[in-house]
RNA sequence: GUGGCUGUAGAUCAGUGGUAGAUCCCUUGAUUGUGGUUCAAGUUGUCGCGGGUUCAAAUCCCGUCAGCCACCCCA
């Protein structure tokens, strides 16, 4: 016998049944989106790999570890280019803002994408190597303000919200301008430098390559350690201070529930000043269901904007976690799964009534309500069962004694109540129900 | 990439050396034109895969793959 295939690593099928959860759930995101202005971009999935170091970071987990990379003959071929499945959003995005030069029309483009992203981790609870993420970007010469920020966190909690999600958490924190963080760096090195060789490897390591990670570390030697530099916001120049009591100010008066964690950072070298995280208790390690942050650096840096003016072009974004959310929501008991449901279906008598049924149901399907059939004219007993799990509304019966007076039979399937109406009579009777 | 736990029917799981099991699902039937409830009967299997120990392995040992959870990292 063949041996059976199965899914690679990571991935999940999503089934029929699950499928019109998801629909609701970008239906409801893409509404929201709109309100804020936001238009929906598709760019490939995959990319060259080059875009991804140089906007992640070379040194980065996603980048030195998670990339997937495409390997192919016909790619392979191509020396030049080596290609990746995207591992996040936001950097074909700058590409294709850069590209296709969308900074010209637009003093700020709101741009928001939904799909798959793909990282070669191993997975657990939330963690999958293809998920699904719903995201926003806001860029352009006008993305520069705070209340900008603000809107967008406020965008992100509302999305949620729209979705059903109670009870997440929102935490914000600045990392300051690009000089500030490489300052703070700087500091942070000097702070650590005498007691990093008491720590762990993990943190040795971090030290080393991404000296931020160490501030949201899970080891307790190492939290003790940056607890006692008592952190809060000193360093931030005034300039970065005054940006971010500003985006403060404005989640203040959109009513915004969040907190300060000066401990929050992003992952990702390119996030400057504001950085948030949603996050969802219960969801295990895995507990953030969207973050962002602002990234003014990093269309320039990317080869777009106007080289002469530094910094000339702002931007910010977030995304979703498409599974996470799903997750927190079942966490909630939240029905998550849906059975079908269909208006009608017809059951014949005999194979005679067959091509009679067939043209009822093209009539339905004609009128805008969805029915199906037995093309075989099983027992009556089958195709009641078979209406059944269709979830049909109403069973149309269609046999020799209806035949005979030109009607149908009408069955409504939750009240078993059935009458003989005409079939124009029997479609608009299930039309207006 | 590292560690822990787990792989038995379509699903959830029991079975610790001696004939492969339960429940749900599914199939069939309970006066031949009526489902969702009930009742009766029936079908589900390379016991993840490969090797080893043994008269005998789902069970013990080794390897491998996969799933889950945690680290790392992140949505």
């Known amino acids: 016998m063949a041996t059976k295939l199965n899914n690679p690593r990571g991935t999940s099928d999503i089934l029929p049944d699950e499928i019109s959860f998801w629909q609701t759930l970008e239906s409801k995101g893409r509404q929201m989106l709109t309100l804020y202005g936001y238009r929906e971009i598709r760019t490939p999935v995959f990319e060259e790999t080059a875009l991804f170091k140089r906007s992640l970071g070379e040194s980065t987990e996603v980048v030195n570890k998670q990339l997937l990379e495409v390997k192919s003959q016909r790619v392979d071929a191509d020396e030049a280019s080596s290609l990746a499945l995207r591992p996040e959003g936001t950097a074909p995005i700058v590409r294709a803002y850069n ?29 999958l190597r293809q998920f699904h993420q719903i995201g926003a970007e806001a860029i352009g010469r006008g993305a520069h303000h705070p209340l900008i920020d603000a809107e967008m966190i406020a965008l992100a909690v509302g999305m949620l919200k729209s979705f059903g999600v109670e009870g997440f958490r929102v935490k914000i924190n600045s990392l300051g301008s690009s000089e500030d963080k490489a300052n703070f760096a ?27 990670r160490l501030l949201d570390s899970k080891d307790k030697d190492c939290q003790a350690v940056i607890r006692s530099l008592n952190i809060g916001t000193a360093h931030l120049s005034s300039k970065g201070l005054e940006y971010f009591n500003a985006v403060r100010c404005g989640l203040d008066s959109l009513g915004v529930a ?42 320039e840096q990317l080869g777009g904007g106007d080289r002469r003016v530094e910094g000339e072009i702002g931007a910010i974004g977030f995304a979703l976690g498409i599974e996470r959310i799903l997750l927190a929501l079942e966490e909630q008991g939240k029905q998550v799964k849906a059975g079908r449901v269909i208006d009608a279906f017809v059951v014949t008598g005999s194979h005679a009534q067959v091509d009679a049924a067939f043209l009822l149901v093209d009539k339905l399907r004609q009128a805008g309500l969805s029915a199906d059939m037995d093309y075989s004219a099983r027992a009556f007993k089958k195709q009641f069962e078979h209406a059944n799990k269709l979830g049909a509304r109403f069973a149309f019966i269609l046999g020799d004694e209806e035949i005979k007076k030109g009607q149908v039979s009408v069955k409504n399937m939750a009240t078993g109540e059935q009458r003989s109406l005409s079939i124009d009579e029997a479609i608009k009777s299930i039309e207006r129900s």
């Open 99 to 127: 590209q296709n030069d969308l900074g010209r029309e637009e003093y700020l483009s709101k741009l928001f994408y939904i799909g798959p992203m793909f990282r070669g981790e191993r997975p657990q609870k939330g963690r």
């Open 186 to 212: 700087q500091w942070l090195r000097a702070q650590l430098k005498d007691r990093i060789n008491h720590l762990s490897d993990d943190c040795k390591n971090q030290y080393e390559r991404n000296v931020f």
């Open 258 to 299: 969040y907190e300060v964690s000066s401990n929050l950072v992003r992952g990702l070298d390119y996030y400057t000043h504001t950085v948030f995280e949603i996050s969802y208790e219960g969801l295990g390690a895995q507990d953030a269901i969207g973050a962002g942050g602002r990234y003014n650096g990093l269309i």
